[in-house]
């Protein structure tokens, strides 16, 4: 069975930094395109970071970019999201999202979403 299991989200003042963890099982990371969105109350998802673990290849929006850092580790089949000078518009619910291609299909799951709030 396919699971995300989110940790890391929490309080923290502007300017702070949090460490977000993806933990997956049923399938190994390698194979999958791995990301976080973030979705904050009244708006829509939104794509934060991704990353294919097979060559290392990692994206970003524009609005994260040079403060967050997307990685992983193969050995742990866990993915990470650093999130660094942390500003009170990243305050939002984030996801972790792995789409996996088998045969034909794209199948696509989510993680329960952790709670990151900044706030003085």
Known sequence: QVQLV???G???????SLR???AAS???IRSAAMSWYRQAPGKERELVAAIT???GNANYADSVKDR???S???AKNTVYLQMNSLKPEDTAVYYCNAVRRILVSN???WGQGTQVTVSS
Do not use: A, K, R
């Open 53 to 55: 673990m097979i060559d």
């Open 6 to 8: 989110e940790s890391g």
């Open 107 to 109: 199948y696509n799951y």
């Open 72 to 74: 992983g580790d193969n």
């Open 20 to 22: 977000l963890s993806c």
């Open 10 to 16: 929490g309080l923290v003042q502007p300017g702070g």
């Open 26 to 28: 049923g399938f190994s």
């Open 68 to 70: 967050f850092t997307i």
